[in-house]
């Protein structure tokens, strides 16, 4: 067995394919691809599957591999560190069991688990990193891929040690030995290069680096992909950055969505935008502390420890520069508690006590009005605004403003006007002002306004310890609780969730379920929200709410016959619009409802139900009885490939949730010609803006996101290829086929080129499209047909496995490829 790992990924691909278990096949090939691009969603859809499998079928190594190049995505795009620290040892366990450590992929769980500890705290975790990865690089032939990435690893834990110097020269070692073998290194190498220059202040060679790793790779005849690009740009804006370089730092700075996305780029893209805000040359502004806060709040919850001290320290000094006090104050508070949990913090302690420092002494604003009267202030400052403060997510001074006037007033009520404010982010702990009811109401009104707006800006955890400490003085508040609710779930705050639930459930069950089920709804634990929503409407059975959570977690589940009973029992339940009180419109029937039950009814065929509920929509149908199958509009649904990725397809609505789907379609889409789909009532896609021209109004289309498919129509695809006949030909060819039942579908168009027969340097425009053969025809016949409709054209197609499929000769198709290079 071949001890290069691509080499038996290939000869393991070939094996699984010939043995039928293609599926398995393909996320070997692909689960690398998506780890290392950070298709996140692509590898979570297609790895429970593969690992089943591999399990299943006993192959060790394959279990192996997969495990591992998920790990690296949980590690390296995801920038997990505790929350993935148990695969990590269990992978390294497994990768090294008797039956696993020939493996070629076996070393790579080592790699796995330093990054998993190097998330954690780098620099409390060197002596064991180091020791790990000099006794595995000893035994690893420098040929092989893992010496590169092993290499970089240890030169990443010399920079962590504060030795970037070291760090270089084990990597000048490593190269030297990497060629001497025979091989190049990889573009990484030259990031891992340019990060220990960075670190020495040697930014012109970072960028010479980079540069020079560039040139070798594409030299290679490899060329750089998206990802490539995002990481390359952020490492150049990084050290352009330093040299003061702006507008060539600007240039090459991914946009703040791509780091939003992609978390292995945001500690470099947080330096150089700091270093930019220092000149002058981006925005420092709340839109951009509230997307800081938020990757805190991330690295705070995956367990990435010193990551999360790194940034908060970052995003601290950019708050302290906007004066933004309560930011500041919140993120030293994250950091604080983050600091206890490293192992060495010679290199944060110290920044960290400057920037609680600098907090600290930012001014308290004075209060425009007494503090009882804060809220009254703002909304009526809103309304004079014409309500454009605050009703959007955070983009501009006021609301940071706004949060520090929160936090003066709630200092006011609670310590009085002459007490000094608690030390930390927020005066937690402090328990009201006591006396009068309606100074208690002022004061959760007013810790409401401060913690909803903490938890607005990315500071979950500071917001949560306001509310818990108001809950002790104020227990059956239920607004308090259900916003303490929402920012625990928002903050993947697990314990706290349960912590809740428990503490509410003597005197309030119904309300503990409503929040274990909200939980388990933002889990995807689908049935478990059903049955604490049912447990919940045992207690309380005119509650709204709970049927429309629980209704939506059984649609997940595909219990559409339990969604449908759901949203019938919320409408028996709800309010009449007209006359409700504002305060209970929440139990009104909205229009989503009736949507979702026309929904549910059509999955069920419950055709009564989906007209009943149509005229209270407004909805005029052609036929008064029986199934609707009607000819609407021309829509796009949303539907997933088996690999995990988004695919958009045209169809023909044919009801208020039906629609045909119109492309024949191949096995990695679970769809095909004509089939009858159900689909999500949510629009994906905006309509065109009023000012938007002709030409975009006329190629939008409704976008709907997959349900479930309602009837299969049974057609198999096989695909044609070839030279393009001409429009008039390939007309005449999707009329007669549509006119035999036949579905066609084109996937080239004229950029697809075969080779001319005729002129080995020429070319013609080729066709590439798949035929759908409905169940009423057999291969032989589709066969048969194809032939005779296609003879006469100038360059003969190829369909090699229809051909196969009806036991045809294949030795003209295999002709045709050969002949015209298909």
């Known amino acids: 067995m071949s001890t290069d790992i691509w080499g038996w990924v290939h000869e393991t691909h070939s094996r699984l394919s010939d043995s039928g278990q293609h599926r398995l096949a393909t996320a070997l090939v692909e689960i690398a691809g998506h780890a290392v691009d950070g298709r996140n969603e692509q590898l979570d859809a297609m790895y429970p599957e593969a690992l089943a499998s591999a399990r299943a079928l006993n192959l060790p190594w394959v279990e192996v591999f997969l495990r591992h190049w998920r790990l690296q995505n949980l590690l390296n ?63 690893v032939e420098p040929a092989r891929a893992c010496f590169d990435c092993l290499s970089r690893e240890y030169a990443d834990t010399l920079e962590d040690d504060g030795r970037a110097e070291a760090a270089l020269a084990h990597l000048d070692r490593a190269q ?76 090459q700075l991914p946009a703040a969505e791509a780091a939003e996305e992609y978390a292995d780029i945001r500690h470099r893209w947080a330096d150089a935008v700091e270093r930019l805000v220092a000149a002058d040359r981006y ?100 309304e004079r605004a014409g309500g454009q403060e605050g009703d959007g997510a955070p983009a501009d001074q006021p609301v940071e403003a706004d949060l520090d006037l929160l936090a003066a007033a709630w200092t006011q009520l609670t310590a009085g006007p002459d007490g000094a404010a608690p030390s930390g982010a927020v005066p937690a702990g402090a328990d009201g002002a006591g006396g009068a009811d309606g100074a208690e109401v002022a004061a959760t009104d007013l810790l409401l306004n401060l913690a909803g707006l903490l938890a607005s800006l990315g500071h979950e955890h500071a917001s949560a310890e306001l509310l818990w400490a108001r809950l002790d003085r104020d227990p059956g508040h239920e607004e308090l609780v259900g916003m303490l609710t929402s920012v625990l779930i928002e903050a993947a705050d697990a314990d706290g969730v349960r912590r809740l639930a428990g503490r509410v459930a003597a005197d309030r069950p119904a309300d503990a379920h409503w929040i274990r089920a909200r939980w388990a709804l933002a889990e995807s634990r689908w049935a478990q929200a059903v049955e604490e929503c049912q447990a919940l409407l045992a207690l309380e059975p005119d509650r709204i709410n709970p049927r429309r959570l629980a209704a939506s977690a059984a649609t997940e589940l595909g219990d559409h016959a339990t969604a449908q009973r759901l949203y019938r029992e919320l409408l028996e339940h709800a309010l009449p619009t007209e006359g409700t009180p504002p305060e209970l419109r929440y139990r009104t029937v909205q229009p989503s409802d009736l949507w979702h039950l026309i929904t549910a009814a059509t999955a069920n065929r419950d055709w009564p139900a989906v007209r009943e509920v149509g005229a209270r929509l407004g909805i005029e149908f052609d036929e008064p009885h029986g199934p609707v199958d009607e000819e609407w509009q021309l829509i796009t649904v949303r539907a997933r490939r088996t690999n995990g990725a988004t695919t958009d397809l045209p169809a023909l609505r044919t009801g208020p949730a039906t629609a045909r789907i119109l492309p024949v379609l191949g096995e990695d889409v679970p769809l095909n010609h004509r089939d009858l789909v159900v689909f999500a009532p949510a629009l994906l896609e905006p309509e065109p803006a009023e000012d938007a021209g002709e030409e975009e109004r006329a190629r939008w289309r409704p976008t709907f996101e997959l349900l479930t498919l309602l009837d299969p129509a049974g057609y198999t695809s096989y695909w044609i290829d070839g030279g393009w006949p001409g429009p008039q030909a390939w007309d005449e060819l999707r009329t007669a086929l549509d006119a035999a ?10 950029q697809y080129l075969i080779t001319d027969p005729a002129d080995e340097d020429g070319a013609l425009r080729g066709l590439y499209a798949a035929v759908g053969v409905p169940p009423t025809a057999s291969a032989a016949e589709a066969d048969a047909l194809l032939t005779e409709l296609t003879a006469s054209w100038p360059h003969p197609l190829a369909w090699l496995d229809l051909a196969t499929a009806a036991g045809a000769d294949p030795k003209r198709h295999e002709e045709v490829v050969e002949r015209y290079g298909l």
């Open 77 to 139: 795009k995801r920038h997990q560190g505790e929350r993935a620290m148990t695969e990590a040892v269990s992978l390294l366990e497994f990768a090294h069991r008797e039956e696993t450590a020939g493996c070629p992929q076996s070393v790579c769980a080592v790699q796995d688990f330093t990054i998993c500890h190097a998330n954690i705290d780098g620099p409390g975790y060197v002596p064991e990193r180091l020791a790990v990865l000099e006794e595995t690089l000893a035994r």
């Open 176 to 251: 030297a030995r990497i060629q001497a073998a025979g091989e190049s290194v990889s573009l990484a190498f030259g990031h891992a290069r340019a990060s220990a220059c960075y670190r020495l202040g040697r930014y012109e060679q970072a960028l010479t680096a980079l540069a020079t790793a560039e040139r070798a790779y594409t030299a290679a005849r490899h060329t750089l992909d998206e990802d490539d690009l995002r990481k390359l740009g952020v490492h150049r804006a990084r050290a352009l950055a330093a040299l003061g370089r702006w507008d060539e730092a600007l240039e």
């Open 741 to 750: 039942g036949y579905g066609v579908w084109a996937y080239s168009g004229s």
């Open 283 to 382: 925005p420092n502004d709340a839109r951009l502390g509230a997307r800081l806060a938020g990757w805190v709040s991330y690295l705070d919850t995956a367990g990435s420890h010193r990551p999360c001290v790194d940034l908060v320290l970052v995003a601290g000094r950019l708050a302290v520069r906007r004066g933004a006090r309560q930011v500041a104050l919140a993120l030293v508070a994250t950091g604080e508690r983050k600091l206890a949990l490293l192992r060495r913090t010679d290199t944060v302690a110290g920044p960290l006590a400057e920037l609680t420092e600098a907090a600290r002494a930012l001014p308290v604003p004075v209060l425009p009005v007494p503090a009882a009267e804060l809220l009254g202030w703002f909304g009526a400052r809103d």
